[in-house]
């Protein structure tokens, strides 16, 4: 079978001082995938696993394995009901989950909107992404822990944190006063100018900063901009410092909000000004890698993703980076 390069990202569940579960993350979701409504458990039913996301349309966690070593596997996917492309059928086999196939896509229709493969060990999370971003992830969690089952405590968010923010390191976030956002030069061979703009934000890329929305939101005119860039070859830099003032003073934020500021924000833009924090930048370790995993079409294969993640987190126990 052919080969797609991805990137795996850690990210760790983020407890906070009032967290809404008590057991680690693979537990809490093993738990709910044994939970029974009317008499039948989550596993055995993908239709108990739909979440309907106000935005998003039907996010599914369709393929799931729990290993004996308490690891949980999934495969979480995006779809649009509203289609009339077969690319997820029902399983004559089985009602468990949903069969992922191949389909032709008329004028370019996106029918599978995006998918995550994900691995969970205690609060850790290993995930592949392709077009399925974290904040859904997170309220695929909050709806599974929260309300389809009476795991959660309470109902409230599920935060999945990058590397920046474990948990020795938010003691040196509570007195951030400057957030710097420093992406790499945006080089004009490799924005596509013009009607392709729209492929900037294609699935096959990683997450970046899009430079040039900021620099429009501040009232730039960035056609002029991309003219400059496209005649002379130039690259675009973005220098951003954020900073909270009430009068003369400067605020300062606590480790929870820098957390919520900042989760979603690629790591390598992001420059942190706070006691024992900015001396650290460019040691911590990010945990993501790039790797090469089967695919059929332009969907992976779930066991070869699983597999890849599997040896990442093996890779990072070796290394003493997660247990």
């Known amino acids: 079978m052919p080969l797609k390069r991805v990137r795996i990202h850690y990210r760790r569940f983020f407890r906070g001082g009032d967290p809404a579960i008590s057991d680690p993350l693979s537990v809490a979701v093993a738990s709910a995938l044994s939970h029974k409504v009317e008499g039948t458990e989550l596993d055995a039913d993908v239709r108990l696993r739909t979440c309907q996301d106000v935005d998003y349309g039907s996010v599914i966690l369709n393929g799931r394995f729990r290993a004996a070593n308490g690891d949980v596997y999934g495969e979480l996917v995006r779809f649009d009901p ?24 008329p004028n370019d229709a996106e029918v599978l909107q995006g998918m995550t493969f994900f691995m969970i060990r205690k609060d850790h999370v290993l995930v592949v992404e392709q077009g399925l971003t974290n904040p859904i992830f997170e309220r695929y969690l909050r ?32 007195d951030v006063k400057m957030v710097r956002l420093r992406p790499a030069p945006l080089q004009a061979g490799r924005f596509p100018f013009g009607e392709a703009r729209t492929e900037l934000h294609s699935r096959d890329l ?81 945990l993501s890698e790039q790797v090469d995993i089967e695919r059929k079409g332009n969907i992976l294969v779930r066991k070869d993703a699983w597999d890849a993640l599997r040896k990442a987190a093996a890779s990072y126990r070796n290394a003493g980076l997660i247990e």
């Open 82 to 105: 509203e289609t009339n492309i077969p690319l997820l059928v029902q399983n004559s086999a089985s009602a468990a989950e949903l069969e992922i196939r191949e389909a032709v896509k």
């Open 143 to 174: 709806w599974l822990l929260c309300e389809q089952t009476p795991v959660a405590h309470r109902n409230t968010r599920m935060p999945l944190i990058p590397k920046l923010f474990l948990d020795e390191e938010v003691d040196g976030l509570r």
């Open 206 to 286: 990683e997450p970046t900063t899009d430079v040039l929305g900021i620099l429009k939101a501040a009232n730039f005119d960035t056609a002029v901009i991309e003219d400059i860039m496209r005649q002379h070859g130039a690259a675009v830099e973005l220098n951003l410092s954020v900073t909270l003032k009430a009068g003369r003073s400067t605020l300062k934020m606590q480790g929870e909000e820098a957390v919520a500021l900042l989760r979603n924000v690629p790591e390598d833009d992001l420059i942190v000004i706070g006691e024992g924090i900015r001396k650290n930048r460019g040691v911590l370790e990010r």
